[in-house]
């Protein structure tokens, strides 16, 4: 069976076509997997190995996972190798699985119980800016723009830039920080003054939502979704909402239509007649 030196050509064209280096890692990842599935090489892998691989991920990973997989196949072997036999396979339908969404008293709650300045920054800029965790732990002080009360997103997904808002309550706490930090400088460091990562982010707001008594799951994208559904109950046009979380399409953002209770909120159900 081949080495890793086997998919240098892929690796070669998703650099050129400017793909993410978590996307590079996962392409990479499931095409090498697959030839460890099979022990065979990529010159014997065909269309019928791939289905029997793709229906092994399904059979205990998400939908997700197995689209990302298909993709990572299909772009070795349609692009990079020229092989035709990707022409009548569909990629694996997703799951339409609603977010989980919280209450803006739930919010006020986690806010609450969050003693720690830096903590309930970190939280409240989570929440109010609708911001992914990448994207805060990768802020620096030169993104902030106090003066038009704009955050400005560097290289997000996609490698995309981006302006969201910053709320007003969070003015004084970080201009404190621009006469602490230099520009350059990240917002949120741990306590040896490094980038904070993305795991310490999800221990604190997980830890702040069961101290707070919340029974739900919660996560930094669950304060990026409940930003979202927010602004859609506040009447907030979803292409706003679109642009502010970065979405490439607007299908994406339509998902809170179906968890914002704006117009549900009105029915009575027969039970209450």
């Given amino acids: 069976m081949e080495n890793g030196k086997t998919f240098q050509a892929l690796e070669r064209e998703l650099r050129i076509r400017n793909y993410s280096r978590t996307t590079i890692k996962s392409y990479l990842y499931y095409n090498e997997e697959i030839l460890r599935f099979f022990q065979k090489d990529s010159h014997h892998i065909t269309m019928e190995d791939i289905k029997n691989y793709?229906?092994?991920?399904?059979?205990?990973?998400?939908?997700?996972?197995?689209s990302?997989?298909?993709?990572?196949?299909?772009?070795?072997?349609?692009?990079?190798?020229?092989?035709?036999?990707f022409i009548n396979t569909k990629r694996p339908k997703k799951e339409k699985s609603l977010p989980t969404v919280l209450s803006k008293e739930d919010v006020v709650k986690?806010?609450?119980?969050?003693?720690?300045?830096?903590?309930?920054?970190?939280v409240s800029i989570l929440y109010g800016c609708g911001l992914r965790v990448s994207e805060v732990v990768n802020m620096k002080m030169k993104d902030i723009d106090l003066n038009r009360m704009m955050i400005h997103i560097c290289k997000a997904k996609g490698k995309k830039d981006r302006y969201v808002i910053l709320p007003k309550t969070l003015k004084d706490v970080l201009e404190i920080q621009t006469h602490l930090k230099n520009s350059f400088d990240f917002l949120f460091t741990n306590g040896r003054g490094g980038r904070l990562t993305t795991a310490s982010v999800q221990k604190i707001v997980s830890n702040s939502a069961k101290k707070a008594g919340i029974m739900?799951?919660?996560?930094?994208?669950?304060?990026?979704?409940?930003f979202a559904t927010h602004l859609l109950e506040n009447g907030t046009d979803i292409r706003y909402i679109q642009e502010l979380l970065g979405h490439a399409k607007l299908e994406t953002t339509q998902i809170y239509t179906h968890v914002a209770n704006k117009n549900l909120s009105l029915i009575v159900s027969p039970l209450d007649t």
């Fill in 54 to 66: 793709l229906d092994y991920l399904a059979d205990s990973k998400s939908s997700s996972t197995v």
């Fill in 68 to 85: 990302v997989a298909y993709g990572a196949l299909q772009f070795y072997y349609k692009v990079v190798c020229g092989r035709s036999f």
């Fill in 110 to 122: 986690i806010l609450d119980v969050v003693k720690n300045k830096k903590h309930h920054t970190l």
């Fill in 216 to 226: 739900k799951k919660v996560s930094p994208h669950t304060l990026r979704h409940s």
